[in-house]
């Protein structure tokens, strides 16, 4: 399973951590992560705001789940 994580702060970075000691997980992915997930994580120059971009990033990279971690 592929993923993207939206956002980069604490919760993400932990978030990203648990689907990294995931077997079914292949690849992550993060909207413009923090230092600590981009060594497990995929940088994607989308800010975790640009709804847009997120939705267009998904097909392109074949995103079977998508974990949104900030409120806003």
Same mark, same amino acid.
């Given at each position: 399973?592929? +993923?993207? +994580?939206?956002?980069?702060? $604490?919760?993400?970075?932990?978030?990203?951590?648990?689907?990294?000691? =995931?077997?079914?997980? =292949?690849?992550?992915?993060?909207?413009?992560?923090?230092?600590?997930?981009?060594?497990?994580?995929? =940088?994607?120059?989308?800010?975790?705001?640009? +709804?847009? $971009?997120? &939705?267009?990033?998904?097909?392109? &990279?074949?995103?079977?789940?998508?974990?949104? $971690?900030?409120?806003?």
């Amino acid at each position: 399973m592929r +993923v993207l +994580v939206v956002g980069n702060g $604490g919760r993400e970075h932990a978030i990203s951590l648990a689907l990294h000691r =995931s077997e079914s997980i =292949s690849a992550i992915f993060a909207t413009r992560p923090n230092a600590g997930m981009a060594t497990i994580a995929e =940088s994607l120059d989308i800010a975790p705001t640009d +709804v847009a $971009g997120i &939705l267009a990033a998904c097909p392109n &990279l074949g995103i079977d789940l998508v974990v949104v $971690g900030p409120e806003a």
